[in-house]
């Protein structure tokens, strides 16, 4: 793990975080939270009431809202610096990052780059940076750029590109003709590019798959989580947009089209052929119907279904779908129903209607 002092993170970071007050010369040597503050930390504190125990355990340097730069340059004792940030959770994500990233998983496994232990066809072709961990499977015509790192176990299929700086962790499949951009994170107990759920049925009820000949393309910057299963499409291909985020356990089905810079939140699942627009988050348990299309700039609630295309941005939950606003005043009906029920039955036979 790394250091970090205020020179080099504002001269890394110009403009997310800017000096304020206290020790200029101070140094961190590992990040720590505001809820529970270490000696010799770099901490982001969004909330007053915390400013006091973190100088109190010491932390190097403080990073805080400016609304609150004032009251920690008055509590800091000396020792720490205090630096200002309008956007606290992409400044604690950046600094984190270039300062502190955990390298397990990351660095050569041993002296080689390539584990013995590993399965290269030779036709494949890895940049001399790459790093191979034990047991992985690389098959014939993968190109691997820089950088990038593949893990234990993992099998790449065949006919893959993986650019630079990508982190593809251990027990991953990547199926044949998948194309990754840079940077890319994918996590373990993955699934990209696997066949599609596609059959054709005949007058007996048998059913006959349908092979699927699409690729499946990932943007720069994509990162996806554990337990995520990315199809392949049909014809078509199934993209993912540069930028874009997908949580733990997700079900990305054949010839589905995600933008750029989403968010979607574990639990996320759609059928095959929809598109999704840029800037889109989708909350926790969200089901998608297929051949669908919502546009750029939608935000769906958690647990709420989508059976109709969304053409306007907005913010949108339940089942069937409303604005957002609308949802939350029929989830707070709902819950009283029944004594609204009682209550109309009592009126009604007190009014001698027959119910």
């Known amino acids: 793990m790394g250091t970090a002092n205020v020179d080099r993170i504002l001269a890394k970071f110009p403009g997310l975080v800017t000096w304020h007050s206290g020790d200029r010369s101070a140094t961190a040597r590992k990040p720590c939270s505001s809820s529970d503050p270490v000696s010799d930390g770099l901490c982001f504190c969004q909330k007053q009431q915390d400013i006091d125990a973190c100088f109190k355990q010491g932390v190097s340097i403080l990073v805080v809202p400016p609304p609150l730069g ?9 020792g720490s610096a205090v ?3 309008d956007e606290l959770q992409l400044a604690m994500a950046r600094l984190n990052t270039e300062f ?30 790459v ?26 299929e065949g006919n893959i590109t993986i650019g630079k700086r990508c982190f593809v962790k251990s027990n991953v499949f990547i199926g044949h003709s998948v194309q990754m951009g840079d940077d890319c994170r994918i996590e373990p107990q ?58 733990n356990y997700c ?10 810079n989403c968010m979607i939140l574990a639990g996320f699942i759609t059928a095959g052929s929809s598109a999704f627009g840029d800037n889109c ?26 059976t109709k295309s969304i053409t306007r941005p907005g913010t949108y939950g339940g089942f ?9 005043k029929n989830q707070a009906s709902s819950a009283s129903l029944y004594d609204m029920r009682k209550s109309l039955h009592k009126l009604l036979k007190e009014s001698d209607v027959d119910t």
């Open 320 to 328: 069937p779908l409303v604005p957002y606003k609308d949802f939350i």
């Open 131 to 156: 790093v191979v961990y034990p047991h992985a499977v690389i098959g014939p015509d993968v190109v691997i750029d820089e950088q990038t790192v593949i893990g234990a176990n993992t099998t790449l």
């Open 70 to 78: 004032d009251y920690a340059r008055d509590l800091n004792p000396g």
């Open 190 to 247: 993955t699934s990209i590019g696997t066949d599609g759920f596609g059959y054709g049925s005949d007058k007996n009820g048998q059913h006959f798959a349908k092979p699927h000949f699409g690729k499946v393309i990932l943007g720069d910057r994509v990162e996806i989580g554990c337990g995520v299963y990315v199809d392949r499409g049909t014809f078509a291909d199934t993209t993912i947009g540069d930028g874009s985020k997908i949580d």
């Open 100 to 129: 502190f990233l955990p390298q397990w998983g990351r660095l050569p496994f041993a002296e080689d780059r390539i584990h013995p232990s590993a399965s290269i066809h030779p036709s494949a072709r890895l940049h001399e940076s």
């Open 83 to 85: 630096l200002i940030s």
């Open 281 to 306: 988050l989708f909350a926790g348990r969200v089901g998608v119907n297929g051949h669908i299309s919502v546009c750029d700039g939608v935000t769906i609630g958690p647990t709420s279904v989508i």
């Open 251 to 260: 079900h990305i089905a054949h010839n589905t089209t995600i933008g750029r």
